[in-house]
């Protein structure tokens, strides 16, 4: 009787295991956190939100245009981009309120991942993040 049970539970965890095995395979992407291999839509959206909410420095899940331009909690906000902050601000404050919300960098956010994602899997690979950063900093790229 001991035996039997003994016996049926470790099959028991030889499937498990092998079950558990089977579904690590080598397509399963993995997330990207600080230099994932791959970095999906929802992960790229939280770290969008993230940066840009570190700079609500009256914590109302908002930022505005003088929290922007001033740099926020982060002392960059928009000082942090390339260009005219105010023109960037106006860029992601799509409906004129004067503040950007979690609507609004979700919506950026979603734009630019999908340029950035080259071969359209819906996740971005570290040589699509790097080909998107060399392109940013290449003088002679007309962005098409």
Same mark, same amino acid.
């Given at each position: 009787?001991?035996?039997a049970f003994w016996t049926t539970s470790l099959a $028991?965890?030889?499937?498990?295991s092998a079950t558990a095995a089977?579904?690590?395979t080598p397509?399963?992407?993995r997330r990207a956190g600080r230099g994932g291999a791959t970095m999906t839509l929802q992960d790229f959206t939280a770290r969008a939100e993230r940066r840009m909410l570190a700079g609500d420095v009256d914590g109302d899940g908002r930022v505005s245009r003088a929290e922007f331009q001033s740099g926020g909690k982060s002392g960059k906000g928009g000082k942090g981009g390339k260009g005219d902050p105010a023109r960037r601000f106006g860029r992601l404050d799509r409906n004129g309120d004067g503040m950007v919300d979690?609507?609004?960098? $979700?919506?950026?956010?979603?734009r630019r991942f999908a340029r950035l994602d080259a071969d359209r899997n819906g996740s971005l690979t570290r040589e699509e993040r790097a080909a998107a950063r060399t392109a940013a900093a290449d003088p002679d790229d007309t962005g098409a």
């Open positions: 009787m001991i035996n $028991g965890l030889a499937v498990l089977g579904a690590q397509e399963t992407p979690r609507q609004e960098i $979700g919506t950026v956010a979603a």
